[in-house]
């Protein structure tokens, strides 16, 4: 179970899953005592959830041929609609502030790019042009925020375009989902002490405040989101990760 995405109320979140036997996106209550499964099947490695502003959709990206495509499906379950299609590859969805775009990256102009489309479909504009990987808007829409794939930091450019800055060291390469925006700022996985931590980084101020301190180091790639509250995060852990020994009995 890895890469949440709460929901704006914050009473349940998306998450993506090998829990049925293959990658597929699930739907859980804020306490985890409730779970349902929200695709199925047709879009191998169907991952990297993110909820629309309104709470009514979540995109994702998935391989029903070969090459990763967004996809938007209703958060109360139903058939996905696939806005973008090609010979590239498109993942790890984020949606613009009033819920009108959505933000991904993709190799379709020979390195990964962040780019935006429509969420009803269309044509998909690229943002940047010095490598990107999630992207994700400011609250008031003035800014993209990004990661890059294989360098440490966060990036951002005004959303009308622009010179980029990097703002940020951390996260460090690797962890590049492991940030969010929200109203208050940053939040993001923080490797320049001697203990892991999450904190928060003010871009007004500058201000860097600690949120919590981690025990270990989180598996790479996506892991965290915080609710429209600001009081609680969720972060992806390995503590209890394991393997089982299967006996099949009368094989053929």
Aim: glycine share 10%.
């Amino acid at each position: 179970d890895s890469a949440p995405s709460f929901a704006p109320d914050g009473m349940q979140f998306a998450f993506q899953s090998w829990r049925s036997g293959t990658q597929e996106l699930w739907i859980s209550s804020r306490d985890g005592l409730s779970l349902r499964q929200l695709t199925s099947g047709g879009r191998r490695m169907t991952g990297s959830p993110s909820f629309s502003p309104d709470g009514q959709e979540v995109a994702f990206d998935g391989r029903p041929a070969g090459h990763s495509h967004i996809f938007v499906v209703s958060a109360a379950g139903g058939s996905p609609r696939e806005i973008t299609s090609g010979e590239s590859n498109d993942i790890l969805p984020r949606w613009s502030a009033d819920g009108q775009f959505v933000y991904f990256a993709s190799n379709r102009s020979g390195a990964w790019q962040a780019w935006k489309i429509s969420a009803r479909g269309g044509q998909p504009r690229q943002v940047t042009t010095n490598g990107a990987f999630v992207a994700i808007e400011s609250p008031d829409g003035r800014w993209v925020y990004y990661t890059k794939s294989d360098l440490d930091g966060i990036w951002r450019i005004p959303a009308s375009g622009g010179p980029e800055e990097r703002i940020l060291a951390q996260p460090p390469a690797g962890y590049w989902g492991y940030w969010c925006v929200a109203a208050r700022g940053i939040y993001l996985f923080d490797t320049e002490l001697s203990k892991p931590r999450i904190v928060l980084y003010d871009p007004v101020t500058k201000k860097i405040t600690r949120v919590a301190t981690l025990d270990r180091y989180p598996p790479p790639y996506s892991g965290l989101t915080v609710n429209r509250g600001e009081d609680e995060l969720l972060i992806t852990d390995e503590h209890d990760a394991g393997s089982h020994i299967t006996l099949v009995e009368n094989f053929r």
